[in-house]
T-cell receptor, first 113, second 112 residues
Framework: SQKIEQNSEALNIQEGKTATLTCNYT??????LQWYRQDPGRGPVFLLL?????KEKRKERLKVTFDTTLKQSLFHITASQPADSATYLC????????????FGKGTKLSVIP | DAGVIQSPRHEVTEMGQEVTLRCKPI?????LFWYRQTMMRGLELLIY????????DSGMPEDRFSAKMPNASFSTLKIQPSEPRDSAVYFC??????????FGQGTRLTVV
């Protein structure tokens, strides 16, 4: 099965710094990776999708990279704010051509004022 | 659109009772997913429907779990009989094919 791992369960960072979250996958590179944000008591909310042929994608203070050699995606939040504190999940298709997503367990980010 | 709507938000039931969770997906979305989230296992896919047809139910833990999608605007996940180990947050999500998934607020199930 296609596995996806987020190695850090928790990350604490000072306000204003750049937060970097890591997502690693096994087996073949997926057609795309997705990143979601989840706040306590709420469902995950989609943030960004990056395709296999894209090295980098940006959205406001967010940046995602996709390295097929390292089998890794990095998620960056620049100029982090306390409001960015949440759990961030990465996801990949469960199989080739599949619309089902397999999620990592998430990294809980805490931005300290 | 109000987004994906799940009910109830919270459910507390006794072991052995039947539990039914409900979901209204976003209009026009072809795909519907049921997920279960626990601290230990994270977010696990239970079942996937495409155009109201179950495509993959390999994530359904056992025969006590069943899901239906009688039409494009409604789906249910039923657990009968429920057990304490079923306690989790259950999410429904819908998606236009191949795009992002839109999640509901979830149902927190506690089986005592």
């Amino acid at each position: 099965s296609q596995k996806i791992e987020q190695n850090s369960e928790a990350l604490n960072i000072q306000e204003g710094k750049t937060a970097t979250l890591t997502c690693n996958y096994t087996n073949y590179s997926p057609a795309y990776l997705q990143w979601y944000r989840q706040d306590p008591g709420r469902g995950p909310v989609f943030l960004l999708l990056i395709r296999e042929n894209e090295k980098e994608k940006r959205k406001e203070r967010l940046k995602v990279t996709f390295d097929t050699t390292l089998k890794q995606s990095l998620f960056h939040i620049t100029a982090s704010q306390p409001a960015d504190s949440a759990t961030y999940l990465c996801a990949r298709p469960a199989g080739a051509g599949s619309y089902q997503l397999t999620f990592g367990k998430g990294t809980k980010l805490s931005v300290i004022p | 659109d109000a987004g994906v709507i799940q009910s109830p938000r919270h459910e507390v039931t006794e072991m052995g009772q039947e539990v039914t969770l409900r979901c209204k997906p976003i209009s026009g979305h072809n795909s519907l997913f049921w997920y279960r989230q626990t601290m230990m296992r994270g977010l696990e896919l239970l079942i996937y429907f495409n155009n109201n047809v179950p495509i993959d139910d390999s994530g359904m833990p056992e025969d006590r779990f069943s899901a239906k999608m009688p039409n494009a605007s409604f789906s249910t996940l039923k657990i009968q009989p429920s057990e304490p180990r079923d306690s989790a947050v259950y999410f429904c999500a819908s998606s236009p094919l191949g795009d992002e998934a839109f999640f509901g607020q979830g149902t927190r199930l506690t089986v005592v």
